[in-house]
């Protein structure tokens, strides 16, 4: 019988690239100086009485009533959707978003669920904060199996990178632009939810790696590295580097509130940042699923979702500038013309499937298609982290 686990102290390695250090000025999402903002600013700073929350809301209740039995599987695309449910929630108060995903997680906890990848452990972002608001005991063990993965069974690139596929090798040891969201996600919400700095000091060691491997001289991410999939050296994928964006600013955010810091992601954050703003769609403000091949392929909402998502928490925080607030005003227009109204209410649409790491080929092949939980996930993301921002 599996012990519950803490992440071993040599993870406090990592802590070398975090300082404590005051930050300068106080940041947007901050209610009060010198102090982290608590829930209640949180949820001010996102005006939860906003035309982007309403519509946020309205998706998430049409989801809950698609699926009633909140039977979706214990993977990544239910996991990135009821993610962004439980922040909705902690934004609107509204039960309806909480209990859908708390529905989900008693389902796959009864079922039966594996941790052997970072997509198979991205529900525990869900999971972290509904043990939080509940303090039932079988929310726990997904948190200890999920740590007992990170530190024993996942494989490891030379540098301790995590391998994307876990505990197989079947395409190599390899690094995923993906991971830093899948495994990202729960080890920011651990040290967030219990104050033990240690899982983000892992996920401050990952990004490091993460950064060293696979961002390119232009600022993009690659998809992948050392990785048995034949790639093309020059193809950036959208959706990718959504989930870096995203991942970054959501871990300065964390380290923000503990009144520390991480220069290299903050380096690497704005250099991505760059990249993204000069390869919006000036017509449209999409952006194309591959990233540096306009006209070749399609505009693609989950993407562009992501994009706005992660400028915003990044701006919100004051690492990015306010360069950024007129792409991400027009990236939002974008993403609200994507979302059509069906019989049953909203739909989101344009969101390219599943994506495997390789040629330029691979990307141009996926198709699109509406209502992808990641995708809609990735929506909501972007319409509470949006709403509140000066012009929106």
């Known amino acids: 019988m599996r012990r519950s686990l803490t992440l071993l102290s040599l993870i406090f390695l990592a802590a070398c690239q975090a300082t404590s250090t005051p930050t300068a000025t106080q940041p947007f999402d901050w209610c009060t100086a010198d102090t982290p903002p608590d829930d209640a600013c949180f949820a001010s700073k996102r005006d939860p009485t906003s035309g982007n929350v309403t519509l946020a809301l309205a998706i998430a209740k049409r989801q809950a009533t698609l699926h009633p039995k909140a039977d979706l599987a214990w993977n990544w695309p239910a996991a990135v959707m009821l993610s962004a449910f439980v922040d909705l929630n902690r934004v609107t108060q509204d039960a309806a978003p909480l209990t859908f995903a708390r529905a989900w997680l008693d389902f796959n906890i009864a079922a ?78 651990l040290t967030q939810v219990t ?42 994928w959208g959706r990718g580097n959504g989930w870096v964006v995203w991942a970054l600013s959501d871990y300065l955010r964390a380290r923000q509130m503990r009144g520390e810091t991480d ?100 990307y141009k092949a996926v198709k699109v298609e509406d209502d992808l939980q990641y995708g809609i996930g990735a929506v909501i993301f972007a319409l509470i982290e949006t709403s509140g921002l000066p012009g929106q």
């Open 263 to 362: 220069v290299k992601a903050e380096t690497a954050l704005r250099k991505l940042a760059t990249a993204i703003i000069n390869a919006q769609d000036p017509a449209t403000g999409l952006w194309w699923t591959v990233l540096n091949r306009p006209g070749e392929t399609y505009l693609e909402t989950s993407a562009t979702a992501l994009f706005a998502a992660g400028l915003a928490r990044g701006w919100r925080i004051g690492v990015l500038g306010d360069e950024v607030l007129p792409v991400v005003a027009k990236a939002m227009t974008a993403v609200k013309a994507k979302i059509v109204t069906g019989a049953d209410g909203p739909v989101v649409t344009g969101v390219s499937g599943p994506t495997n790491a390789g040629t330029f080929e691979v």
């Open 112 to 189: 039966g669920y594996k941790i052997a990848s970072s997509d198979s452990g991205s529900p525990v972002g869900v999971d972290v904060p509904i043990w939080k608001l509940t303090g039932d005991a079988k929310y726990k063990k997904p948190i200890d199996d999920f740590l007992a993965y990170i530190t024993h069974d996942a494989l490891r690139t030379a540098e301790g990178g995590l391998n994307h596929l876990g505990t197989t090798d079947a395409l190599g040891v390899a690094l995923w632009v993906d991971s830093l969201f899948m495994f990202g996600q729960p080890l920011v919400r």
């Open 195 to 236: 104050g033990d700095p240690a899982p983000l000091n892992e996920m401050g060691k990952q990004v490091g790696i993460f950064i060293d491997k696979l961002q390119d001289p232009s600022g993009f991410f690659h998809h992948a590295t050392e990785n048995l999939l034949a790639q093309d050296p020059d193809v950036f």
